[in-house]
């Protein structure tokens, strides 16, 4: 009976922590998507300054979180998302408007493939 009780309060603990995690995931991948489109229209609108300034930014905020997501997300998404973000912060200080845009998709296809990939759906199981 012991090992019952046991194992049931280590299965609800780990559930606790997947929900927790995928929260928490889904939090910052809205977060990171929201500074994308800033970014996104910062370059449309060709505010080369302070597109490059926000891209630091998102990369600095990225960096901060990169640690964390680690855990639940496999490395090279987040390898792809940091040179993705090195090359965006090139092209808006070089203000080429055809390659930032193309880079700032590309950050936002990343981050919005991470969430998919964590989240609790039928195919993402099997």
Do not use: P
Not at 17 to 44: H, P, R, W
Not at 86 to 99: G, H, I, P, V
């Amino acid at each position: 009976m012991k090992n019952i009780v046991i194992s049931l309060i280590l299965f609800i603990a780990l559930i606790f922590g997947v929900f927790i995690s995928l929260n928490y995931l889904s939090t910052m991948c809205n977060d990171l998507v929201k500074k994308s489109d800033t970014i996104e229209e910062q370059i449309a609108k060709e505010n080369w300054q302070e597109a490059y300034n926000s891209s630091m930014k998102l990369t600095d905020d990225w960096k901060e979180h990169c640690d964390t997501i680690s855990f639940f997300v496999h490395h090279q998404e987040i390898d792809n998302i940091d040179n993705e973000l090195w090359k965006l912060s090139q092209y808006t200080k070089c203000r080429n408007k055809d390659e930032s845009l193309a880079s700032i998709h590309v950050v936002k296809f990343y981050i919005n493939h991470i969430k998919n990939l964590e989240n609790v759906s039928i195919q993402n199981i099997l």
